[in-house]
């Protein structure tokens, strides 16, 4: 089955639905005819948000404090909070009531938000054999619960996560209020059993269970940083990465430009990278409008943000997902995830990644 | 940008009654959240060339002290992410005043991920091989070295 056609027949209605309701509640920034002022809130429900993981490198140096974090939050407007309880919990799986009052005096504090809790869940603690299903459970509940003390009501389930442990725990969510979002992360593709699996549960139980999509599905383009790398290495030729990169930006060939490289005395280094730009299979955003009513909560992945004044990922097409995600009524946060620590230079730092990010996005959104 | 897991302080000697009994030394988890003790699958620990056996390893978290062979069954014992764990070695004796080279290696069992897939629903990912085909051929599995020259004082 291939993309269009599993879309169409898992979610059809839906789809006309969604964009018919999208067409009436269609992003608009222009003021209108009887406009006095000139500042008008832009007319839709996607808000901003970070997932702390954004600092791990900091936090796991003790660099910075967890309350360093959420100021921080609250300084650059992005109010929701998305965390994982197995980094930022103290004594993790068993914080003290003292602990938990000290996350509320912040939240108070700093105004934000928690709205979604990151879940691994550990289905192979034991060396010999994962957990049954009944176990899977009575462990599950251990996070279930320590996001309810924080005020998380959104739980972000990782790609591996038992689909018979979902199904299971949905009688459980809808009796305490928590959805959980299974993550579409790459290279799962839209169109797949697992997806298929979630959207046929979605259906029945929209409030307990669904879709979260992880943003790194619409990376399009190579890391600058890793490309500047394999220069600095001698494995790659500057001016053959710059115009196989162009070419690729352009929608020129592959064929026609690997023939190309092949003239221009090539290191095995230059004819991979070809192999490698042209590899990159993004998501198309347009699939996201027949899905998104199943979709409470973005996970906004990101790698590398441009250099300089420009605030635009180096990667991922946020420039085409938000506007789709405005106009056909997300009602919910992003939460910026900085994941590009591996790459990062000596002037890259996790805080300004992440600024650099909610530039970029309060441009695309108006607020 | 590297990151370092051996930290530089926190390496010594340990005394016991008066007799030098073994050394210890401090590092941090290399991933990104903390574990429950029993998914710290696979160690190895070499100083100067020297393989110590497992069972002359012990793993201090937090002030409680696990020997290598109560680490597979530490179900309830969290590692904290960023807190370091303390590795302690029996070494009668044990090491000069100066500088060592220690190596560390370990696997983390990354416990949430699909070891089993009975369904096939996701072959999109990788087959899932039988743990006994390990560790060869999959891909999740993945043993980490990591080493730095440390200077001991007493």
């Known amino acids: 089955m291939n993309r269009k056609h599993f879309i169409s027949t898992i979610a059809g209605a839906t789809a006309t639905a969604v964009a018919g309701a999208g067409a009436i509640a269609a992003h608009s920034v222009e003021p209108g005819e009887n406009s006095v002022s000139l500042i008008k809130a832009p007319d839709h429900k996607v808000k901003r948000g970070v997932a702390l993981y954004s600092y791990q490198r900091a936090l796991k140096s003790h660099s910075v404090t967890l309350e360093n974090c959420i100021e921080e939050l609250s300084d650059i407007g992005a109010y929701g909070i998305e965390a994982i309880g197995q980094v930022i919990i103290k004594d993790y799986p068993n914080p003290s009531d003292r602990w938990i009052g000290e996350w509320w005096e912040m939240m108070d504090k700093y105004g934000t938000t928690p709205v979604c809790y990151t879940n691994f869940h550990d289905q192979w603690l034991q060396k010999s054999r994962p957990m049954t299903t009944a176990e899977n459970l009575e462990h599950q509940m251990i996070d279930f619960n320590l996001g309810r003390r924080m005020g998380f009501t959104k739980f972000r389930m990782l790609v591996g996560t038992p689909i018979e442990l979902m199904e299971a725990a949905i009688p459980v969510c809808e009796k305490l209020g928590l959805w959980m979002g299974l993550e579409i992360h790459a290279p799962v593709p839209f169109s797949s059993r697992l997806i298929e699996r979630i959207l046929g549960l979605a259906e029945k139980h929209p409030d307990a269970i669904g879709l979260l999509p992880d943003m790194g599905i619409f990376q399009k383009y190579p890391s600058p940083s890793a490309r500047e790398q394999q220069i600095a290495q001698g494995t790659l030729t500057r001016d053959i990465a710059l115009y196989i990169e162009d070419a690729y930006r352009k929608g020129l060939d592959k064929a026609e430009v690997v023939s190309r490289v092949k003239g221009m005395k090539p290191r095995p280094g230059d004819t991979s990278y070809a192999d490698m730009v042209y590899s990159a299979n993004p998501e198309d955003p347009k699939d996201l409008i027949p899905i998104m009513k199943y979709c409470r909560h973005i996970h906004g992945k990101f790698h590398e943000m441009n250099k300089g004044s420009d605030y635009t990922d180096a990667r991922i097409i946020y420039d085409e997902v938000v506007p789709v995600l405005m106009q056909y009524g997300y009602d919910g946060y992003i939460c910026t995830e900085f994941e590009g620590q591996r790459f990062m230079d000596a002037g890259t730092d996790e805080f300004d990644q992440v600024r650099r990010q909610h530039v970029m996005l309060k441009r695309l959104m108006g607020k | ?154």
């Open chain 2, 1 to 154: 940008m590297e990151e370092k897991y051996i930290l530089k302080y926190g390496f010594r000697n340990v005394y016991q009654a008066g007799r030098i009994t073994g050394f210890q030394f401090k590092f941090v988890i290399p991933y990104y959240r903390g574990i429950y003790l029993s998914c710290l699958d696979e160690f190895s620990v070499k100083v100067d060339g020297e393989n110590f056996s497992l069972n002359n390893v012990s793993i201090k978290i937090g002030e409680r002290i696990f020997p290598w062979k109560e680490v597979d069954v530490a179900y309830d014992v969290f590692w904290t992410y960023g807190d370091p764990a303390t590795v302690i070695v029996s070494k009668p004796g044990g090491l000069e005043t100066g500088l060592h080279t220690i190596e560390l290696g370990m696997f983390i069992r990354k416990s949430y991920i699909v070891w089993t897939d009975p369904e096939g629903i996701y072959d999109f990912v990788i087959p899932p091989l039988p743990k006994s085909e390990l560790p060869d051929k999959d891909p999740r599995y993945g043993f980490q070295t990591f080493s730095d020259q440390l200077s001991l004082v007493i």
